[in-house]
Protein backbone atom coordinates (compact mmCIF):
# COMPACT_ATOMS: atom_id res chain seq x y z
CA UNK A 1 0.00 0.00 0.00
CA UNK A 2 2.66 2.38 0.89
CA UNK A 3 4.66 1.09 -2.24
CA UNK A 4 1.31 2.56 -4.36
CA UNK A 5 1.00 5.84 -2.53
CA UNK A 6 4.65 6.54 -2.80
CA UNK A 7 4.37 5.25 -6.58
CA UNK A 8 1.10 8.02 -6.76
CA UNK A 9 3.18 10.47 -5.10
CA UNK A 10 6.05 10.56 -6.98
CA UNK A 11 3.99 10.82 -10.62
CA UNK A 12 2.32 13.51 -8.93
CA UNK A 13 5.36 15.39 -8.10
CA UNK A 14 6.82 14.85 -11.85
CA UNK A 15 3.95 17.07 -13.06
CA UNK A 16 4.44 19.61 -10.73
CA UNK A 17 7.61 19.57 -11.30
CA UNK A 18 7.01 20.03 -14.98
CA UNK A 19 4.44 22.96 -14.72
CA UNK A 20 6.41 24.67 -13.03
CA UNK A 21 9.49 24.36 -14.69
CA UNK A 22 8.08 26.98 -17.17
CA UNK A 23 8.01 29.70 -14.48
CA UNK A 24 11.01 29.11 -11.77
CA UNK A 25 14.20 27.71 -13.55
CA UNK A 26 16.68 25.97 -11.36
CA UNK A 27 20.01 24.01 -11.52
CA UNK A 28 19.25 20.75 -12.98
CA UNK A 29 21.41 17.63 -12.34
CA UNK A 30 23.76 16.33 -15.09
CA UNK A 31 21.98 15.33 -18.37
CA UNK A 32 19.19 16.97 -18.02
CA UNK A 33 17.56 18.89 -21.28
CA UNK A 34 20.81 17.30 -23.64
CA UNK A 35 17.41 16.76 -26.22
CA UNK A 36 16.56 19.87 -26.48
CA UNK A 37 20.02 21.22 -27.78
CA UNK A 38 20.49 18.34 -30.41
CA UNK A 39 18.80 17.55 -33.82
CA UNK A 40 17.78 13.68 -32.63
CA UNK A 41 16.96 13.29 -36.23
CA UNK A 42 20.00 13.86 -37.20
CA UNK A 43 21.70 11.36 -34.52
CA UNK A 44 19.86 8.83 -35.27
CA UNK A 45 20.45 9.19 -39.00
CA UNK A 46 24.28 9.10 -38.36
CA UNK A 47 23.93 5.89 -35.82
CA UNK A 48 21.87 4.31 -38.35
CA UNK A 49 24.29 4.69 -40.75
CA UNK A 50 27.36 3.71 -38.62
CA UNK A 51 25.23 0.17 -37.77
CA UNK A 52 24.71 -0.59 -41.45
CA UNK A 53 28.39 0.23 -42.32
CA UNK A 54 29.54 -2.24 -39.04
CA UNK A 55 27.11 -4.69 -40.34
CA UNK A 56 25.63 -4.28 -37.12
CA UNK A 57 22.34 -5.67 -39.09
CA UNK A 58 20.33 -8.54 -39.41
CA UNK A 59 17.06 -10.04 -41.52
CA UNK A 60 15.30 -10.10 -38.33
CA UNK A 61 15.38 -6.26 -38.37
CA UNK A 62 17.96 -5.16 -35.83
CA UNK A 63 17.89 -1.56 -37.27
CA UNK A 64 13.96 -1.20 -35.96
CA UNK A 65 14.81 -2.54 -32.67
CA UNK A 66 17.29 0.99 -31.95
CA UNK A 67 15.58 3.46 -34.32
CA UNK A 68 13.69 4.97 -31.56
CA UNK A 69 16.91 5.31 -29.34
CA UNK A 70 17.21 4.96 -25.51
CA UNK A 71 15.16 6.86 -22.91
CA UNK A 72 17.44 8.40 -20.76
CA UNK A 73 17.03 8.16 -16.51
CA UNK A 74 18.35 10.69 -14.04
CA UNK A 75 20.58 9.50 -11.02
CA UNK A 76 17.34 11.06 -9.12
CA UNK A 77 14.96 9.46 -10.53
CA UNK A 78 16.99 5.89 -10.97
CA UNK A 79 18.03 6.30 -7.07
CA UNK A 80 13.65 7.01 -6.26
CA UNK A 81 12.94 3.30 -8.29
CA UNK A 82 15.27 1.83 -6.81
CA UNK A 83 14.08 3.23 -2.59
CA UNK A 84 10.53 2.45 -4.07
CA UNK A 85 10.33 -0.65 -6.47
CA UNK A 86 10.35 -4.37 -5.47
CA UNK A 87 10.81 -7.92 -6.62
CA UNK A 88 9.77 -7.83 -10.43
CA UNK A 89 9.66 -4.08 -10.38
CA UNK A 90 13.33 -3.18 -8.95
CA UNK A 91 14.99 -2.75 -12.44
CA UNK A 92 18.24 -4.78 -13.15
CA UNK A 93 21.47 -2.46 -12.93
CA UNK A 94 24.26 -3.17 -15.77
CA UNK A 95 27.14 -1.97 -15.35
CA UNK A 96 29.15 -2.19 -19.30
CA UNK A 97 32.03 -0.78 -18.13
CA UNK A 98 35.97 -2.28 -17.60
CA UNK A 99 36.90 -4.60 -15.05
CA UNK A 100 39.18 -1.80 -14.04
CA UNK A 101 36.38 0.81 -13.86
CA UNK A 102 34.14 -1.63 -12.20
CA UNK A 103 36.69 -2.62 -9.54
CA UNK A 104 37.00 1.22 -8.11
CA UNK A 105 33.23 1.11 -7.63
CA UNK A 106 29.65 0.65 -8.76
CA UNK A 107 26.09 1.32 -8.50
CA UNK A 108 24.56 -1.58 -5.04
CA UNK A 109 23.05 -4.20 -6.88
CA UNK A 110 24.45 -3.90 -10.10
CA UNK A 111 25.77 -6.97 -12.82
CA UNK A 112 28.87 -6.25 -14.60
CA UNK A 113 29.01 -7.19 -17.88
CA UNK A 114 32.03 -5.56 -19.94
CA UNK A 115 30.10 -3.49 -23.51
CA UNK A 116 32.36 -6.00 -25.57
CA UNK A 117 30.90 -9.34 -23.64
CA UNK A 118 27.54 -7.84 -23.20
CA UNK A 119 25.66 -9.57 -25.99
CA UNK A 120 27.07 -12.97 -24.82
CA UNK A 121 25.45 -12.57 -21.22
CA UNK A 122 22.33 -11.27 -22.58
CA UNK A 123 20.95 -14.67 -21.88
CA UNK A 124 21.76 -13.80 -18.23
CA UNK A 125 19.78 -10.86 -17.72
CA UNK A 126 15.74 -11.30 -17.11
CA UNK A 127 14.50 -9.47 -20.35
CA UNK A 128 10.88 -9.07 -18.33
CA UNK A 129 12.33 -6.26 -15.85
CA UNK A 130 13.92 -2.79 -16.69
CA UNK A 131 16.98 -3.00 -17.78
CA UNK A 132 19.37 -0.08 -16.87
CA UNK A 133 22.70 0.12 -18.09
CA UNK A 134 25.46 2.59 -17.20
CA UNK A 135 29.19 3.49 -17.75
CA UNK A 136 31.40 6.33 -16.61
CA UNK A 137 29.40 9.26 -18.42
CA UNK A 138 26.67 7.70 -20.33
CA UNK A 139 28.14 7.06 -23.96
CA UNK A 140 29.14 3.19 -24.06
CA UNK A 141 25.73 2.59 -21.77
CA UNK A 142 23.48 3.55 -25.07
CA UNK A 143 25.92 1.41 -27.08
CA UNK A 144 25.13 -1.44 -24.23
CA UNK A 145 21.10 -0.62 -24.66
CA UNK A 146 21.35 -1.34 -28.01
CA UNK A 147 22.98 -4.40 -27.71
CA UNK A 148 20.20 -5.51 -25.56
CA UNK A 149 17.61 -3.62 -27.09
CA UNK A 150 18.38 -6.11 -30.67
CA UNK A 151 18.96 -9.09 -28.32
CA UNK A 152 14.78 -8.51 -27.93
CA UNK A 153 14.59 -6.95 -24.18
CA UNK A 154 11.62 -4.61 -24.38
CA UNK A 155 12.46 -1.91 -21.32
CA UNK A 156 16.15 -0.74 -21.61
CA UNK A 157 16.85 2.60 -20.59
CA UNK A 158 19.82 4.61 -19.97
CA UNK A 159 21.41 6.13 -16.88
CA UNK A 160 21.73 10.06 -18.20
CA UNK A 161 25.59 10.93 -17.02
CA UNK A 162 26.67 7.57 -15.74
CA UNK A 163 27.94 6.79 -12.51
CA UNK A 164 29.37 10.40 -12.58
CA UNK A 165 26.20 11.52 -12.11
CA UNK A 166 25.07 9.22 -10.14
CA UNK A 167 28.08 10.01 -7.30
CA UNK A 168 27.49 14.41 -8.22
CA UNK A 169 23.91 13.51 -6.58
CA UNK A 170 25.22 12.25 -3.50
CA UNK A 171 24.69 8.77 -4.05
CA UNK A 172 26.69 5.52 -2.79
CA UNK A 173 28.86 3.39 -4.60
CA UNK A 174 30.16 0.12 -3.25
CA UNK A 175 33.39 -1.60 -4.34
CA UNK A 176 33.69 -5.23 -4.04
Known amino acids: MIRKLAKKGLKAAKAVAGAGRGFVRGQEGVGYGVGEYED?????????????????????GDLAAIEDGTPEISAEDLRVMLEIEEGEDLPILVDVREDTEWSGGHLPGAVHYRLGALEDHAADIDRN????????????????????????????????????????????????
Not at 40 to 56: C, F, M, T, V, Y
Open 40 to 60: IERLRAEARAQDEAEGNTTDE
Open 129 to 176: RIVVTYCHSGMRSIDGSYVLKRAGFPRVMSLAGGIVAWQEAGNEVVTD
